[in-house]
């Protein structure tokens, strides 16, 4: 009895544990954030650039918080995602080429995260790249297949701690602070042509368009799963406590994604950069960074926060595609769901993990396919955010819940920033 006792307390213990009510959709998503790609971008903006492209993250942070809480608050008040509120707005051709350009971008970023991921694996045990990527699609395929998503997330954040070492990485070499403010704030800003596909890149990888479409269905499976939760626009008097709590999650989750960015280009700064080392190529030569932290163990560290990164991210890249694709056709959509239950939706996200893998052949380099995905990201954000600011102030669709001008006009700005830095990096490759 005493063992069979503990056994149950054991089991209730583990239980609270694996369902911590605080991780919700903003922190989830800010965790996704910090993908391969991420990494990938951000190694390589303080390998080529130094200090002079933090102001990047200082730019970036109160921007990501204001459309990620716009997209949020667009589920939380009308009860459906940002494709078919997009659909009932604007003209359905248009709507249709995002959704096109959504999975398109996705499918590419998976690709590439997985082919980084099974290089990661190889990095440490020296074979199998190829057989490495294709497991971890499927082990990636059948947790969504058959498990709840947000039951293996919380468990899968444990891995993407390792992405702390970047953090104990500044506390350990030796850092010129006041390079670091100054990079910071902009004082010594890197504009130069060859900084400029690196700032659409780190734009891209930071204000993502998956980010978007998952966060704002978060929202509404968050609405699905609680009887006493209601669209806003049905139940007003929820709203407080629910806008509320959309602000908190949303700027932690932000908060932590920024953080880890500006601890790996700062250690890539520090490392990289100052040995000369100025453009990454390899998964390994971005793995060095963390050499003065973990020695021979640096693969491994490198190795654990792709993985676990990866894992937690793919979901979200291929779901935010279904979820855009099942929500423009009117089909069965959610994670919680069976497969058998939402046959079309869970298609799109099996069709979006095996395209994919198609990366992972093609003889591009992991980490430049990093690289590339979080340009592209970078580029049809600005349609996508343009598209979402409509949505957000339409009095119709949003009633007294459409942003306001502070949240809106950080929201139009969010999407001129991205704009702008897109126009100035297709001006500098055409010249």
Avoid at 203 to 232: H, M, N, R
């Amino acid at each position: 009895m005493t063992v069979a006792k503990g056994k149950k307390n054991f089991a209730a213990k583990l239980s609270r544990a694996a369902h911590l009510d605080q991780l919700g959709p903003g922190l989830i998503t800010g965790a996704a954030d910090d993908d391969p790609s991420g990494i990938a971008t951000y190694s390589q903006a303080g390998a080529q650039s130094g200090f002079n492209l933090l102001w990047t993250m200082a730019l970036t942070f109160p921007l990501m918080v204001a459309i990620q809480m716009i997209s949020a608050q667009i589920g939380r008040v009308t009860g459906h995602g940002l494709a078919r509120n997009m659909g009932e707005v604007l003209p359905h051709g248009l709507v249709t080429g995002l959704v096109i350009l959504l999975f398109a971008a996705n499918t590419i970023n998976v690709g590439a995260d997985l082919a980084a991921m099974g290089e990661a694996a190889r990095l440490v045990t020296g074979f199998g790249q190829h057989e490495f990527t294709i497991g971890f699609a499927l082990i990636s395929l059948v947790l969504q297949l058959f498990i709840p998503y947000r039951r293996y997330a919380r468990f899968l954040t444990i891995l993407t701690l390792s992405l702390f070492a970047y953090v104990a990485l500044v506390f350990m070499v030796h850092l010129d602070w006041a390079a670091i403010a100054t990079g910071l704030i902009g004082i010594h800003a890197d504009l130069s042509e060859s900084a400029a596909t690196t700032i659409v890149a780190i734009f891209g990888t930071t204000i993502s368009p998956y980010l978007f479409f998952w966060q704002s269905a978060q929202e509404v499976e968050e609405v699905d799963q609680k009887d006493s939760s209601k669209p806003l626009l049905e139940a007003p008097r929820q709203a407080k406590a629910a806008l509320s709590r959309i602000r908190i999650d949303t700027i932690a989750g932000m908060l932590v994604s920024n953080l880890i960015a500006i601890a790996i280009m700062i250690s890539t700064a520090a490392t990289l950069h100052q040995a000369g080392k100025t453009n990454i190529q390899t998964a390994a030569e971005a793995a060095q960074a963390l050499e003065p932290l973990a020695g021979h163990f640096a693969f491994l560290l490198f190795a654990v926060g792709i993985i676990g990164t990866g894992l937690l991210a793919i979901p979200v890249l291929a779901g935010s595609a279904a979820y855009a694709v099942g929500e423009a056709n009117g089909w069965k959509i959610g994670l919680d769901n069976m497969p058998w239950q939402a046959k079309g939706f869970y298609t799109v996200i099996g069709a979006a993990i095996f395209l994919g893998l198609g990366i992972d052949y093609s003889g591009i380099d992991p980490i430049k396919a990093l690289y590339w995905s979080a340009v592209l990201n970078g580029v049809i954000a600005v349609p996508m955010m343009a598209a979402m600011m409509v949505v957000a102030g339409h009095r119709k669709k949003m009633g007294d819940f459409r942003v306001g001008p502070v949240l809106g006009g950080l929201g139009w700005l969010s999407t001129a920033v991205m704009a702008a830095a897109a126009i100035t990096m297709l001006y500098v490759s055409l010249n």
